[in-house]
């Protein structure tokens, strides 16, 4: 699928055929590896930590100096089991870190350094992260000191921090707040039957008419971003590796300067291993022997001690001064010229011709041998690609601009996962506000008089229930718990591009939203979008003969365009919203996946999803204003409607004629009149044997109150879903 228009392309599986939501799994990888899933089934955690674990606490207790000092330290104390080429092991915990971060991906927010992932299948033995096992096992005596202070998915992130500072590079800032997770997290990663290594084919092939998929940002199966011997390893194709780089970087959220500064900044340090086969060694952690105790790829010790390593397969180092921060990888670049060579392990790379003895570098392991720097074919586009090779000469000929990008550039590598700045924690967090951060001016929370006198104002105003609950799940809907976007705080859904995204029924919401800035006096866009559907939620209870109050957090402020980088708001316009019946397009997931998915990147657990999805269709906010779905005679009444009459036995449902199996129409079994209209949304939760059980549950006689009750809960939930102003307060006083 495409990110900016939503259409689907790449996929390896065409036609009728349908892609699982999830693509490959680690049971397709490993299908012997130990089965824990039956540990965690009725709600039971994985978490050790306990899920009352307050991890922000615990970090602003650290003692954040003597951790930098040890990690400092750790940089050149060389271990024998895996010694540290050039005597600093700053290069490889910046790879550690990078490959951490590196897998986010704007299309779902997914990836990044979050919560650890790098530690568990398929990341912890994916191709590209090669002997990164190594890494982690040099980290973890300091994580054992400091202990529940410090989360692996910080303290990696950290540990790249300080490698680059103590090699004399430029670090812009760091926050930590990362939580770890103790399991995998499901994460779709692709559909290929095999890894990079094995020959999977590359998935941009523009005469084949294959597009990268969204929401994927890697270029192969088993890489962070691009083949740096050239597209699917062909280095024969400089147009095609600038094609490939701009599009995966652009998918991690970086421009072309900061993928320029990036490559450059990553490649002064350290070097690439390529020194024999890689078939001459081990699998990957996740399915090496018991007794290797995860250790994974090298672990022969006397190839260790011989330096025979091999990770992406090209061998040596881009600068003479693998170890030092400087200019010296662009000095190269465009010093010499490169042939095409391969290496020991017969991966592509580019060897400077004729270089003088003082630009080529000492042996990782023997520092009285000189041997020469490389380029990777990646590298090489930097020079050829005429947009590349402009920002290149400007770093080559100003170095205080390459520091200041390649800071900023790996801070926000790092960090753009993490959503708003209020999240970050610890001694060294930029003052500066950052566009990408989607900075929100503070709120000013109304009073519970003024709450009180604009909901009487809203529900007199000639607004339907439906149109108020809608515009309010518009705003608050867009909120991603993969990288903590979007929601309602800065009320950007009065900006574009949201306020035109097809989903949201422009016209209707800005009709909305125009009588609520009447309304709203002093109060904030953002906190009057939100009051508004609450006012609307509690008349649809009081209408089904319920009274309840939906509980209100007010102190949302409002974004400006000055605030709001609007091309990076475009990944987060729905292409379903099964809550709102929305659909733009068939696409090769099932429209009940993409409900699901939606329902994970909100937070939701499967009542939650369900009583929304079934008060949203009684409350009649459905999008384009369809009766698909409106399974009631009252709509506007929070009822349970919709699971009473899904589930009656009264109607038979058959799919709409050349609707391609999205619609179907309900008769009365015994008449044939019509009865309603649905989508495939609508009648999983008939079909789908839990998803039928939770839909009984909400249907039974006496539960209306439950269903009334767990649907503002929920409600409620996603309307505060991103108020980090307020949860973070107590970390910042």
Not at 34 to 48: F, H, K, M, V, Y
Not at 266 to 294: N, V, Y
Not at 549 to 564: K, L
């Amino acid at each position: 699928m495409d990110v900016k228009t939503g259409e689907m392309g790449g996929c390896p599986i065409h036609g009728n055929a349908m892609r699982s939501l999830l693509g490959r799994t680690n049971r397709d990888w490993w299908p012997e590896a130990l089965q824990l899933d039956i540990l965690t089934e009725g709600g039971r955690s994985a978490n050790p930590a306990g899920e009352d674990f307050d991890y922000a606490e615990a970090f602003n207790a650290l003692d954040y100096a003597a951790l930098k000092q040890d990690l400092h330290a750790l940089m050149t104390d060389s271990q024998e089991w895996w010694p540290a080429d050039y005597g600093h092991y700053g290069p490889f915990f910046i790879r550690m870190a990078w490959h951490a971060a590196g897998t986010y991906r704007t299309g779902d927010g997914r990836g990044g350094a979050g919560s650890g992932q790098q530690r568990f299948a398929p990341l912890n033995s994916w191709p590209d992260n090669g002997n990164l096992d190594k890494a982690r096992r040099l980290l973890w005596p300091v994580k054992r000191k400091y202990g529940k202070h410090i989360s692996w998915a910080d303290l990696m992130i950290l540990a790249g921090n300080v490698a680059i500072e103590s090699m004399g590079g430029p670090v812009f800032g760091f926050g930590g707040g990362r939580k770890d997770v103790f399991e995998p997290e499901s994460t779709y990663w692709g559909t290929e039957e095999q890894w990079v290594n094995e020959g999977v084919a590359t998935r941009i092939q523009p005469k084949e008419g294959m597009a990268l998929e969204n929401p994927l940002a890697a270029i192969q199966m088993g890489l962070i971003y691009v083949n740096p011997e050239g597209p699917g390893g062909d280095p024969h194709d400089p147009e095609g590796m600038a094609r490939d780089m701009r599009e995966t970087f652009a998918r991690m959220a970086m421009n072309d300067e900061e993928t320029v500064a990036l490559t450059a900044g990553g490649h002064a340090f350290g070097k690439c291993h390529g020194a024999e086969p890689s078939d001459t060694f081990g699998r990957a952690p996740e399915g090496e022997d018991l007794h290797l105790m995860g250790f994974g790829w090298l672990n022969d010790q006397d190839e260790i001690d011989r330096g025979h390593v091999t990770t992406s397969g090209i061998e040596g180092p881009w600068t003479p001064n693998p170890t030092e921060w400087g200019n010296d990888y662009f000095r190269l670049l465009f010093k010499y010229e490169y042939e095409l060579v391969k290496s020991p392990a017969g991966a592509w790379q580019w060897t400077p011709i004729d270089p003088e003895e003082a630009d080529m570098a000492p042996d990782a392991r023997d520092p009285s041998k000189k041997v020469p720097t490389i380029m990777t074919t990646a590298d090489m586009a930097l020079k050829r690609d005429p947009e590349y090779r402009k920002i290149s000469e400007r770093f080559l000929n100003d170095q205080a601009a390459l520091d200041d990008a390649f800071a900023r550039a790996w801070f926000k590598l790092c960090h753009r996962d993490m959503g708003p700045k209020v999240r970050y924690l610890g001694p060294e967090v930029p003052q500066e506000d950052l566009i990408w951060q989607d900075p929100v001016p503070a709120g000013k929370a109304p009073s519970d008089g003024e709450v009180a006198a604009f909901k009487a104002k809203v529900l007199d105003s000639g607004l339907t229930v439906s149109e108020l609950v809608k515009a309010a799940w518009a705003s608050a809907s867009t909120y991603r718990c993969s990288d903590h976007r979007g929601g309602a705080n800065g009320a950007r859904v009065r900006l574009a591009p949201q306020k035109d995204w097809a989903a949201n029924d422009p016209d209707e919401l800005a009709k909305v939203l125009g009588k609520l800035d009447e309304l709203r006096g002093d109060m904030s866009m953002a906190d009057a979008i939100v009051l508004a559907g609450s006012a609307a939620v509690e008349k649809a209870a009081k209408d089904a003969g319920i009274e309840i109050t939906v509980p209100f957090m007010g102190g949302r402020g409002d974004a400006g365009a000055e605030h709001t980088d609007a091309a990076s708001f475009e990944p987060l316009e729905p292409f379903a919203d099964g809550f709102r019946n929305y659909l733009r397009s068939k696409a090769d997931v099932k429209t009940e996946d993409m409900l699901i998915d939606k329902a994970h990147l909100l937070g939701l657990s499967i009542p939650e999803m369900t009583v929304l999805v079934g008060g949203m269709r009684a409350l009649g906010a459905v999008s384009g204003n369809r009766s698909h779905g409106v399974l009631t005679e009252n709509p506007g009444a929070l009822t349970p409607d919709f699971f009473v009459n899904l589930l009656d036995m009264g109607t038979r449902w058959a799919p709409v004629e050349d609707s391609g199996d999205e619609e179907y129409v309900g008769t009365d079994r015994k008449t044939g009149k019509e009865r309603w209209r649905a989508t495939r949304a609508d009648l999983v939760f008939g079909s789908n044997s839990q998803l039928r059980a939770q839909a009984e549950h909400y249907a039974e006689m006496g539960n209306e109150a439950a269903f009334v009750r767990d649907f503002v809960s929920a409600w409620t939930k996603v309307m505060n879903a991103d108020r980090f102003d307020v949860a973070y307060a107590k970390y910042h006083a």
